[in-house]
Nanobody, 124 residues
């Protein structure tokens, strides 16, 4: 059974940093990060394809987050810097095993497998 497991969330003061990690149990084509606040739709954060040079970010991040991946380990990281209270959410890792055009990685419905989520809380 395919597993996607994320970790690294926690409580941090505004302006601080966190690094989230996600491991998939198979060779993925694209892995991405989404976040969700209760009562709102899941929101795209970042994604990376098999090629490390192909990455995508939500415009609202203002360059504060960086995604990276290790294909051999089926692992992706999300480095989050200069965190703001509005970044508070449950962060979900997602994976897809077949090809899609890169920009489609921003859409949650394109992913087949999801982790359980890790809570990120940013205090003011």
């Amino acid at each position: 059974q395919v597993q996607v497991v994320e970790s690294g969330g926690g409580l941090v003061q505004a302006g601080g940093s966190l690094r989230l990690s996600c491991v998939a149990s198979g060779r993925t084509y694209v892995m991405g990060w989404f976040r969700q606040v209760p009562g709102k739709e899941r929101e795209f954060v970042a994604a990376a394809t098999w090629s490390g040079s192909r990455s995508y970010y939500a415009d609202i991040l203002e360059g504060r987050f960086t995604i990276s991946r290790d294909n051999a380990k089926n692992t992706v990281w999300l480095q989050m810097n200069s965190l703001k209270p509005e970044d508070t959410a449950v962060y979900y890792c997602a994976a897809r095993f077949t090809y899609i055009e890169g920009s489609r990685a921003k859409t949650a419905s394109e992913y087949n497998y999801w982790g359980q989520g890790t809570q990120v809380t940013v205090s003011s």
